[in-house]
């Protein structure tokens, strides 16, 4: 059964730092991409950054560009995202999904599998 586990949300300042972990099981990461996704209240959950296991490519979103840095430990089939420099618009609860394309992208219908999210708040 394939499984994703998101954690490492929490409290931080505005130009802080958190990095997300997103735990595989049930699959490797082989043929799989595996994207990062916010959802803020009262808005629509948008694609973040992803990474496609069938070629390295990584994507980011514009907003977080230069700020975020998605990772990955294949040996603990784990997917990371680096935040820094924390804006509080960056608050949303934050979700890693699986796509077994591979191929991945930022949007979220193309995304079978999901897992439950993680808070992230940053105040000003």
């Known amino acids: 059964e394939v499984q994703l586990q998101a954690s490492g949300g929490g409290l931080v300042q505005a130009g802080g730092s958190l990095r997300l972990a997103c735990v595989a099981s049930?699959?490797?990461?082989?043929?799989?991409?595996i994207g990062w996704f916010r959802q803020a209240p009262g808005k629509e959950r948008e694609g973040v950054s992803c990474?496609?296991?069938?070629?390295?490519?990584?994507y980011y979103s514009d907003s977080v560009k230069g700020r975020f840095t998605i990772s990955s430990d294949n040996a603990k089939n784990t997917v990371y995202l680096q935040m820094k420099n924390l804006k509080p618009e960056d608050t949303a609860v934050y979700y890693c999904?699986?796509?077994?394309?591979?191929?991945?992208?930022?949007?979220?219908?193309?995304?079978?599998?999901w897992g439950q999210g993680t808070k992230v708040t940053v105040s000003s």
């Open positions: 999904a699986a796509d077994d394309t591979g191929w991945g992208s930022l949007r979220r219908d193309e995304y079978n599998y």
């Open positions: 049930g699959f490797t990461f082989n043929n799989y991409a």
């Open positions: 990474v496609s296991f069938n070629d390295g490519t990584i």
